[in-house]
């Protein structure tokens, strides 16, 4: 990330986008929920939260539900289409570490990438086995909705989106939601919640490349989105039915990689959330 990039900045004043109906008519006890089929659930949290950590553990405790891991190599692998004016430069292009590099130049660009590779993935046809299961089980690693309202938001708010880009970011992203409403349920969020500081230490420890200059100023802002929402609720959500999804709060602030007790009462909360669902 370029010197600053991410440096808390004076905080614009919050975008005035139209409100929309509801993504669909949905019991506010119960959230997005569809009444039977596959429960939809997606796991949110900061960078280097521990999120790939908790996936390989609900995979080997559950390898009956479907896991789909966030698509971090089609950020990290833009394949050139032949079309450039350059064509002697034809080679990948990383996105994801444009993006840290540069943030006022790629930020709307890395974002419609990482919305559209997320809405791929849930739109994904569900397999045989889900339909067929009484009560299967269908868990994302983030979602289309924290794409917005956590990291594209955040993005806004400290100036690497423009007025106009969040303007436009807002308004093709209500438009897809309500066009493939019923096929994007999310019957709960899992949020892991750890401190900045802490996130900021795994992150170091796993030295993703692209990761390098971030600094815990923009964790502390990541942090306080997914605080606003899944906590403090106070975030301003434009589809009625996400308001009332439930949410599992998780503290993985302690290490749990390697820690068999604590993994075993992290999969008893899950266990039962997902049964009151």
């Known amino acids: 990330m370029a010197a600053g990039g991410f440096l808390l900045r004076r905080l614009r004043a919050p975008f005035r986008s139209l409100a929309l109906n509801a993504l669909m008519d949905a019991p506010r006890t119960r959230g997005m929920h569809d009444g039977g089929g596959p429960r939809s659930l997606s796991i949110e949290g900061n960078i280097a939260v521990g999120k790939s950590t908790f996936v390989k553990l609900l995979t080997s405790t559950h390898p009956e539900w479907q896991v789909a891991t966030e698509p971090v190599a089609t950020w990290q692998n833009i394949q050139a289409s032949g079309t450039q004016k350059d064509s002697t430069s034809r080679g990948p292009g990383n996105l994801l570490e444009m993006m840290y590099q540069e943030p ?23 397999p045989e086995k889900l339909l067929q299961a009484e009560k299967s089980v269908r868990i994302f690693e983030r979602s289309v909705y924290s794409d917005r309202y956590i990291f594209a938001k955040n993005l806004f708010e400290n100036g690497s989106l ?31 919640q750890a401190s900045p500081q802490v996130c900021l230490e795994r992150l170091s420890q796993r030295a993703r490349v692209e990761e390098k200059g971030i600094e815990l100023a923009y964790l502390e802002q990541l942090h306080g989105q997914h605080e606003d ?35 075993e009462e992290l999969m008893r909360q899950v266990n039962t959330f997902i049964r009151n669902l």
């Open 104 to 126: 006022a130049r790629w930020s709307y660009t890395f974002q419609t990438l990482s919305f559209m590779s997320r809405l791929k993935v849930q739109l994904e046809p569900l």
């Open 162 to 192: 423009s007025d106009v880009e969040w303007h436009i970011y807002q308004d093709w992203h209500s438009f897809l939601l309500q066009q493939f409403a019923n096929r994007l349920l999310i019957h709960g969020f899992i949020y892991l």
């Open 229 to 263: 929402w899944f906590i403090n609720k106070t975030t301003k959500l434009h589809f009625e039915a996400l308001q009332h999804v439930p949410v599992l709060v998780l503290n993985v602030s302690d290490d749990f990689s390697e820690n068999a007790a604590k993994q």
